[in-house]
């Protein structure tokens, strides 16, 4: 798929800068699923709706603080923010999802995600749309067929 994406060099190059934790050339499904998800996502609904079922690994339907958090991080990363630490992701994690969390029960349905990413402008989001925006040149039909292509 990349071998079509227009900046391929690049977007590669970034990939497997900030995923390749042990520098053998491999990343992991879930890592490269979210690079895939956000190039590819058309609406912002459907990017959230795909940011949400890479969260929802175990596919119920739902979403806790902890699912959340792991990919927030990677979302950090993908990014390339240096600044962020541990601690910060902590605390925006727990300010989002609490913000998200309605029924106050440590679950978050798609819905309720995708409302809230909509309505509000969480860091995370504005991360999101600049990785777009920096990687995502008209390409995105392309690959959206090649990807649904047999």
Do not use: W
């Not at 060099?9 to 995923?19: A, G, Q, T, W």
């Not at 998800?37 to 596919?59: A, C, H, Q, V, W």
């Not at 999101?128 to 990807?147: D, V």
């Amino acid at each position: 798929v990349l071998k079509y994406h227009p900046n391929k060099e690049s977007l590669k190059k970034h990939i497997i800068d900030v995923f390749d934790d042990n520098k053998d050339g491999v990343i992991e499904p879930d890592k490269f699923l979210l690079v895939m998800f956000t190039l590819l996502s058309g609406t912002p609904e459907e990017l959230f709706e795909n940011i949400f079922r890479l969260i929802d690994k175990n596919n119920e339907g739902t979403i806790s603080k902890e699912m959340f958090k792991s990919v927030v991080g990677d979302i950090f990363v993908l990014v390339n923010e240096t600044k962020v630490t541990d601690s910060n992701i902590e605390q925006l994690v727990g300010s989002v999802f609490a913000d998200i969390d309605k029924e106050l029960d440590g679950k978050v349905v798609r819905k309720q995600f995708i409302k809230a990413c909509e309505e509000h402008n969480y860091i995370v989001v504005s991360y999101i749309r600049e990785f777009i925006s920096k990687y995502n040149t008209g390409g995105r039909k392309k690959l959206k067929h090649l990807i649904s292509s047999p």
